[in-house]
């Protein structure tokens, strides 16, 4: 097995909709992590709309106009790989489903390959059955001088599917960006996922998740680097943008503590309330206090 590379995970707060934002984003923080030396810069699930974008991918104009944000990335990028998240114009679309939820590895200025998400959820919060046309073959790409299974979020997430028996053959590095909605407590459930799917397959398993509030839902991050015996490598912290590199040549590398109970969940709080008001870019808000356990809180 080729040693792991010098790999970034780009924890970011994309805003649902914005794409020129989003696309600007996305292209400071891979210049962020080619200035530290990675070879591999790893961004969330559907980093250049947002997630979950909902009704918008079933919109020509709008997956349109994110190709072209994704092809002006693409054309400053240069020695690092990147993996970005879009959703990707399919030519066989089902239903209203005119789009799969994709990831596409960029490298040199140009779009070498794309993976289509194979596992789609539709539960809870999940509706992707509606938005999106699921892909139907693993991807294994080189960068890094190390070969890379790539995935999305949910695509690792049922061990009994046969997705993830045909995960990522061959590959020596496991990819997984995600858009993973916090409850209480869930990023040690999570992690304790990923942690199974690197000991299941015997390789090591790089997970970049979302961060930052979008209505109604909330991301974490958490994202973590995990070694082939489960052991953790690496981990962002929470509900923070975080550049999470990881050096195999450095004798350690960071690994954020869990907040406690009381703060994890005050901060996931202040998480949603923050940028729900910033991302709808209220001026001024009204604060109806009735005595309650809500106005304690505020």
């Known amino acids: ?57 079933l919109r020509p104009d709008f997956i349109a106009a994110t190709g072209e944000r994704l092809r002006e990335v693409a054309a400053g990028v240069g020695d690092i790989t990147a993996l970005v998240g879009f959703p990707e114009p399919v030519g066989n679309p089902v239903g209203r489903a005119i789009a799969a939820n994709a990831t596409a590895v960029i490298s040199q200025g140009e779009i070498r390959g794309v993976y289509r998400k194979r596992l789609l959820p539709n539960y809870g919060v999940f509706d992707e059955y509606r938005t999106f046309r699921n892909g139907t073959e693993p991807m294994v790409t080189e960068a890094g001088g190390t070969r890379l299974g790539v995935t999305i979020c949910e695509d690792c997430w049922d061990p009994g599917s046969p997705v993830f028996t045909d995960l990522a053959p061959g ?35 790089a997970m970049v ?7 109604e839902l909330i991301f974490d991050g958490s994202s973590a680097l995990i070694g082939p015996d489960g052991s953790v490598l690496a981990r962002a912290g929470q509900f923070t943008e975080d550049l999470l590199v990881y050096d195999p040549e450095e004798a350690s590398a960071p690994v954020a503590e869990w907040m406690d109970d009381l703060d994890e969940v005050y901060t996931a709080l202040v998480t949603g309330l923050r940028d729900y008001v910033v991302k709808n870019g209220f001026g001024h808000v009204g604060l109806g206090l009735s005595g309650g356990i809500d106005s304690a809180l505020v």
């Open 171 to 205: 590959a020596e590095l496991i990819i997984n960006s995600s858009a993973s909605p916090y409850h209480r407590g869930k990023g040690l459930e999570r992690e304790e996922i990923f942690r199974r799917v690197a000991t299941a397959k015997g390789i090591p398993v």
């Open 1 to 57: 097995m080729s040693p792991l590379p010098k790999i970034a995970l780009a924890q970011v707060n994309p805003t649902v909709g914005d794409l020129d934002e989003n696309a600007a984003l996305v292209s400071e923080w891979i210049d962020l992590a080619a200035q530290r030396g990675a070879e591999i810069v790893v961004f969330p699930e559907l980093v250049l709309t947002g997630y979950p974008a909902e009704d918008l991918y």
């Open 209 to 215: 998740n979302m961060v930052g509030g979008q209505d």
